[in-house]
């Protein structure tokens, strides 16, 4: 069979066998290195040592039966269709939902923005699904499952999970295809595969930047589509050595890819990053929407795409024209200094100033970078142009665009968010953080928090926090006003 070659940089960063099941289905993060994995007959609660700490056997034979709470609780679907919850405090286990026939409980996922469960459902003998969801207390208060014509939307909901925008994702086996609603219900669509490929869906996940991932068992990949179902590649294939992705899990916490096989119980956790991870979020051209606004007259400093750069839209020789977005990514001698200027007040640096130097510093210790010397620091400031603009002794980003492009790819490194938020002016963590359950809006550029670093923003914004879009989020609403 012939694969789309894909554009991947997952790395393996670690691989381990899950004593007391034979493979793995399904997967429900607890930390991040301790984990729920089941097969068809056990659950397991196993370390990244690959040792059980916990067993269960009265579960249903069946896919995405378990799912961790806010709370760290075991939610899961036992053999009679029953939701149990075991209490992660005194394993005190509950019937949380009862079994009602002829409906029957495939698939759970508990929200960990609004802590609501998510139940996807079949019907014993029409074989129709629909996706049930419950509040905190097991109190039914929403029903999806028709589209706005009266269609039925599922047929066989084998997994679901919510994204950061609130949609509800369901790997659906009978349709062949993730059937996508928004949090209200609303139909959004269904993604099916690339043309000429049959999607036998799996394993689903979303990762920090609201994009989609999906095992798919007909081409053995993963693949990676954003939000709107849009497929963008796949990071992993078979090539990549581990046969029959099943099942997918993404730690917030340390953007690690946790990847389970129905071939056997070998679990390995990636750290990927895209290419689309630079341009994720990025404007767009209006005359030419399908490209991102990548490339700069370095004359007039207008950003062009593709086709624009091409038909030389400024009316500069296109001599003139640099890519410059793929330049930030080629010279890394000078991160320092872009994360710097991402630190300093207007996003801009006075070389005749001394403060300035303190951040540089600490960026350069956390990083093992030289520490800040004139004669090379300068010399990497060069390097830089046309990225940075220089207006002697000021130097700055020589785009917005290009501002928020380096900023997006040093936010993938947990190291550099803690940076930010120690080191930044307030007025640019203003504009970059948002807490982790924040929903994005249409265009936003920025990076959620983990939850441990949401006290650190409300002490970084002070009373601006009451004008921030991230009181929003009700973990913020109430570490405020509590």
């Keep these: 069979m012939n694969f789309i070659e894909h554009d991947s940089r997952a790395v393996r960063q670690r691989c381990f066998r899950?004593?007391?099941?034979?493979?793995?289905?399904?997967?429900?993060?607890?930390?991040?290195?301790?984990?729920?994995?089941?097969?068809?007959?056990n659950l397991i609660l196993t370390n990244t040592a690959g040792e059980k700490l916990k067993h269960l056997t009265d579960i249903a034979n069946l896919w995405g039966i378990h799912t961790v709470n806010r709370d760290g609780d075991l939610m899961y679907i036992d053999s009679e269709y029953n939701i149990n919850k075991l209490s992660i405090v005194n394993e005190a286990k509950i019937t949380f939902i009862k079994h009602t026939a002829p409906w029957e409980a495939w698939s759970v996922y508990s929200s960990s923005a609004t802590g609501d469960l998510l139940v996807g459902m079949r019907h014993t003998y029409s074989k129709t699904g629909k996706v049930n969801?419950?509040?905190?207390?097991?109190?039914?208060?929403?029903?999806?499952?028709?589209?706005?014509?009266?269609?039925?939307?599922?047929?066989?909901?084998?997994?679901?999970?919510?994204?950061?925008?609130?949609?509800?994702?369901?790997?659906?086996?009978?349709?062949?295809?993730l059937v996508v609603t928004e949090r209200g219900g609303r139909y959004r669509f269904s993604y099916t595969g690339l043309s000429g490929y049959?999607?036998?869906?799996?394993?689903?996940?979303?990762?920090?930047?609201?994009?989609?991932?999906?095992?798919?068992?007909?081409?053995?990949?993963?693949?990676?589509?954003?939000?709107?179902?849009?497929?963008?590649?796949?990071?992993?294939?078979?090539?990549?050595?581990?046969?029959?992705?099943?099942?997918?899990?993404?730690?917030?916490?340390?953007?690690?890819?946790?990847?389970?096989?129905?071939?056997?119980?070998?679990?390995?956790i990636y750290r990927y990053t895209n290419k689309d991870t630079l341009?994720?979020?990025?404007?767009?051209?209006?005359?030419?929407?399908?490209?991102?606004?990548?490339?700069?007259?370095?004359?007039?400093?207008l950003p062009?795409?593709?086709?624009?750069?091409?038909?030389?839209?400024?009316?500069?020789?296109?001599?003139?024209?640099?890519?410059s977005l793929e330049d930030i990514h080629t010279k890394k001698d000078g991160d320092a200094v872009l994360m710097c200027l991402l630190l300093c007040q207007s996003y801009k640096i006075n070389l005749e100033e001394e403060h300035?130097?303190?951040?540089?510093?600490?960026?350069?210790?956390?990083?093992?970078?030289?520490?800040?010397?004139?004669?090379?620091?300068l010399a990497n400031l060069e390097k830089y142009c046309p990225v940075l603009k220089f207006d002697l002794p000021e130097v700055?980003?020589?785009?917005?665009?290009?501002?928020?492009?380096?900023?997006?790819?040093?936010?993938?490194?947990?190291?550099?968010?803690?940076?930010?938020?120690?080191?930044?002016?307030?007025?640019?963590?203003?504009e970059y953080c948002r807490s982790w359950l924040y929903p994005k809006k249409d265009e936003e550029i920025f990076c959620w928090l983990m939850p441990r670093q949401t006290r650190r923003l409300i002490d970084s914004l002070g009373e601006d926090i009451f004008t921030h879009p991230t009181l929003e989020d009700p973990t913020v609403n109430d570490a405020v006003f509590n």
């Design 18 to 41: 899950v004593p007391g099941v034979n493979v793995s289905v399904h997967i429900s993060l607890v930390t991040s290195d301790r984990v729920w994995i089941s097969d068809r007959s």
């Design 133 to 177: 969801r419950y509040n905190n207390i097991g109190q039914h208060i929403q029903t999806i499952e028709h589209k706005n014509t009266g269609e039925e939307l599922y047929r066989l909901p084998i997994y679901l999970t919510e994204n950061r925008n609130g949609d509800v994702i369901v790997s659906d086996w009978k349709l062949e295809a």
């Design 198 to 268: 049959s999607l036998h869906p799996r394993g689903i996940c979303t990762d920090a930047l609201s994009r989609i991932l999906v095992c798919d068992s007909y081409t053995n990949t993963v693949e990676l589509i954003d939000q709107n179902g849009n497929f963008l590649s796949k990071i992993l294939t078979q090539q990549d050595g581990l046969h029959f992705f099943c099942s997918l899990g993404f730690d917030d916490r340390t953007h690690l890819l946790w990847i389970g096989s129905d071939f056997d119980n070998t679990m390995v």
């Design 279 to 301: 341009t994720a979020g990025l404007p767009k051209c209006k005359d030419h929407p399908r490209d991102i606004l990548q490339y700069f007259c370095v004359p007039c400093g």
């Design 304 to 323: 062009l795409c593709r086709v624009c750069r091409s038909e030389n839209h400024c009316g500069h020789d296109s001599r003139d024209v640099q890519k």
């Design 356 to 377: 300035w130097i303190k951040k540089y510093n600490a960026v350069a210790e956390t990083f093992n970078f030289k520490k800040y010397e004139k004669e090379s620091s």
């Design 396 to 430: 700055m980003f020589s785009h917005e665009l290009l501002r928020h492009a380096s900023f997006l790819r040093f936010a993938e490194d947990p190291r550099f968010v803690d940076i930010f938020l120690t080191w930044a002016e307030k007025e640019n963590i203003a």
